[in-house]
């Protein structure tokens, strides 16, 4: 069962790295696919705001490939349960203040990766 909360903090690292992408590199072509409700007038001079919060969502995903590369099996799970949390708490402010189904695709998953941490790690 370790092995699936391994996958599973992988792959909550992998869709932080994807928003990472699209936020710094792709905010003007592929941003506007996925940020439908956002107004397009407003892609070109929010570029910057959207690079830094790509940045952030890079250190998310870093921090959760630091815990999969960590050889000490105690510092391992605490440093995912710190990254997955901080995620979390990402997912939930997001929810609430920018769009509902950010809970479901960006809290969600680190919500299952976390119990399944805390469960099996």
Known sequence: MKLVALILIALVAVEHFYILWIEMFAWTTKGRSTFKSFP???????????????????????????????????????????????????????????????????MLPAVIALCAVIVWM
């Not at 919060?53 to 960590?70: C, D, E, H, K, P």
């Not at 995912?80 to 949390?85: C, D, E």
């Open 40 to 106: 397009a007038e407003l892609f070109e001079p929010t570029r910057g705001l959207a690079a830094n919060q790509g940045l952030y969502n890079g250190f998310l995903a870093s921090g959760l490939i630091w815990a999969l590369l960590i050889n000490d099996p105690l510092w391992s799970k605490n440093v995912a349960i710190f990254f997955l949390s901080c995620v979390v708490t990402a997912g939930l402010y997001g929810g609430l203040t920018a769009g509902k189904v950010i809970f479901i695709k960006q």
